[in-house]
């Protein structure tokens, strides 16, 4: 695997996940109430989700997702109702002040818990990745080398851009607390993220494969 292989690999899976997608909205929100910092538990439920999703591809299943129509849509629709839930909670508790929570020792372990499991199951609702991972990874796969090493190299880059991307989002959205905390435009970003995450639910549900 060549070096221009693996910057080519690393630009496409960075542009396809780095495009505002319900993974990324999820990052910007928790940025935005919980910080830069606690959000990484967020982003580590992003990538655990995304390292299954590309070693379900790379292990050959996810051309039997593509082909299992009802497991898609199950996937896909329990996706889709998970995004369109998280819409409205935001867009309910939108009149609350646009600034970190701040929890005790406990609250905080539950709170990064919640996060965590945010994380993997807003990746986990699109099925889609598995689609994207099983079409890509064959295009970057020297059959002449040891698989086990080119997967493994390919899966690292994987979980370093998730986390990357997650992680940018995450600042963005601290960034726009610190200018417009006590703002009353604070509950109107809240109402357009939270209407962005209802229609990403519905756009869900309504494309096709």
Request: net charge positive.
């Amino acid at each position: 695997m060549s070096f221009n292989f693996i910057l080519l690999f690393s630009m496409t899976v960075f542009i396809a996940s780095i495009i505002p997608g319900p993974s990324m909205l999820l990052a910007l929100t928790h940025g935005m109430h919980f910080g830069v910092k606690r959000t990484i538990a967020s982003a580590i439920g992003n990538v655990t989700v995304t390292m299954i999703q590309a070693s379900i591809s790379i292990a050959g299943l996810g051309a039997v997702l593509m082909a299992s129509e009802t497991m898609f849509q199950v996937i896909k629709w329990a996706g889709a109702l998970y995004l369109i839930y998280m819409g409205v909670n935001l867009i309910r508790t939108s009149k609350t002040s646009l600034s970190p929570i701040d929890l005790n020792h406990l609250e905080n372990w539950k709170s990064l818990r919640k996060m965590y499991m945010q994380g993997a199951l807003v990746t986990a609702g699109n099925p889609k990745a598995i689609i994207f991972f099983t079409a890509i990874f064959p295009q970057f796969v020297d059959p002449n080398s040891t698989y086990f090493i080119q997967f493994f190299i390919l899966l690292s880059i994987c979980a370093f851009i998730a986390f990357t991307c997650f992680m940018i989002y995450a600042i963005a959205g601290s960034r726009i607390v610190s200018l417009f905390s006590g703002s009353s435009v604070g509950k109107y970003i809240k109402r357009f993220i939270g209407g962005t995450f209802i229609g990403a639910g519905i756009g869900l549900a309504v494309s096709n494969k």
